[in-house]
């Protein structure tokens, strides 16, 4: 059962664990690049299975909504840069993926943990969004995300947390 989120009017704000990753587009992307702008970052398991790709289209899609606001969207996986770029390429993703294949990145954010698939247990990310605002710190979170609604509640989110 997915975690209840609380909501943003109640949610206590922290910092963002600052990260340097490298992204599909050749160049390491930091928190502290980010600093001023908003930031909707989205964790995902892997490239190319069909949740993870409808998570990145639904992205993909409400982009203008989002930089009409002033947010940047980027993706994180502990996939490679190669699958990455392929992954983007395949599906036409405007935003820039991020690769965390130590998961150091996706640790800091408590989204790195055991996991079972027909009792099997092993170690994966939990498809989890974080909305960071412009002074890096965190102002909303998602964990154990269901996708449907989910893209569009970032985006109310957004907007709530901005007209307040």
């Not at 992204?23 to 502290?32: C, F, I, M, T, Y």
Request: hydrophobic share 40%; charged share 25%; glycine share 6%.
């Amino acid at each position: 059962m997915a975690k209840k989120t609380t909501p943003a009017t109640e949610f206590k704000p922290y910092p963002a664990p600052d990260f340097a990753l490298p992204s599909d587009e050749g160049k390491s992307l930091s928190l502290k690049d980010l600093a001023g702008k908003w930031v909707v970052l989205f964790l995902y398991p892997t490239d190319n299975t069909p949740t993870c790709t409808q998570e990145a289209l639904d992205f993909t899609a409400a982009a203008p909504d989002f930089a009409a606001l002033g947010a940047t969207v980027i993706g994180l996986s502990k996939d490679d840069l190669k699958s990455h770029a392929r992954f983007r390429a395949k599906h036409s993703l405007t935003m820039p993926l991020l690769s965390d294949e130590s998961t150091t990145t996706i640790a800091a954010f408590g989204s790195w943990g055991e996991k079972s698939l027909y009792g099997r247990a092993y170690m994966g990310t939990d498809r989890s969004t974080f909305l960071i605002d412009p002074q890096g710190q965190v102002r909303a979170e998602w964990r154990k995300v269901r996708l449907k609604g989910h893209v569009q509640a970032v985006l109310d989110t957004l907007r709530l947390i901005q007209n307040t």
